[in-house]
């Protein structure tokens, strides 16, 4: 057990950290572009597509953590119901399962257009970088998030103690 929770630590971890990384170069890149921008008058001429990139790391990084650990907007009009019945772990693990099972069509509409990124040859306009590789960025935290909730569901069904054991 130990190990699972080491090895599941570091791939909980190193997306957060990612994307802590993506949230602080964007800030210095937005510090200087302001300061560029007002003493010199030479504004960052990539800021815009490098705030798109940012951003999309940023999101797409850390949505399978949020995705498993509850941190998505929620109404809880009728948690009073699911727990005078004792019914909320069936509750949270079918939805889990759902939720990741719908994800499939996202999933796959977002490789199909990735690869067709990619077979186009397109590139961002200032850096000439890939755009595919973005995508493929894009579509792995997607995959990687409906992955989680479908496991995170099943372990809330099967395993409840393991699952809050995992929890960081």
């Known amino acids: ?11 909980v971890l190193v997306p957060i950290w990612l994307a802590c ?15 560029l921008r007002s003493s010199f008058d030479s504004p960052i ?13 940023m999101v797409f990084a850390v949505m399978p953590h949020i995705s498993v650990s509850g941190g ?4 809880d009009l009728t948690d009073g119901i699911f727990e005078t019945l004792r019914l909320t772990r069936l509750r ?19 490789w199909k257009l990735a690869e067709r990124t990619r077979s186009y040859g397109d590139v961002t306009e200032y850096l000439g970088l890939p755009q595919y590789l973005t995508m ?24 409840p103690k393991l699952l809050k054991e995992l929890k960081i």
């Not at 990384?21 to 300061?35: E, G, P, Q, R």
């Open 92 to 110: 949270d693990g079918l939805i889990l399962i759902l939720s990741g099972g719908m994800m499939y069509w996202p999933v796959a509409q977002v």
């Open 45 to 57: 001429e990539a800021g815009t597509e490098l705030t798109r990139i940012l951003v999309a790391v």
């Open 136 to 159: 493929w960025f894009i579509a792995s935290g997607i995959t990687l998030a409906a992955l989680a909730m479908v496991i995170a569901g099943v372990l809330t069904l099967v395993a």
């Open 1 to 11: 057990m130990p190990t699972l929770k080491k090895v599941y630590r570091v791939l």
């Open 21 to 35: 990384a993506a949230l602080f170069v964007l800030m210095v890149m937005t510090f200087s572009d302001v300061i």
């Open 72 to 75: 998505h907007i929620a109404v």
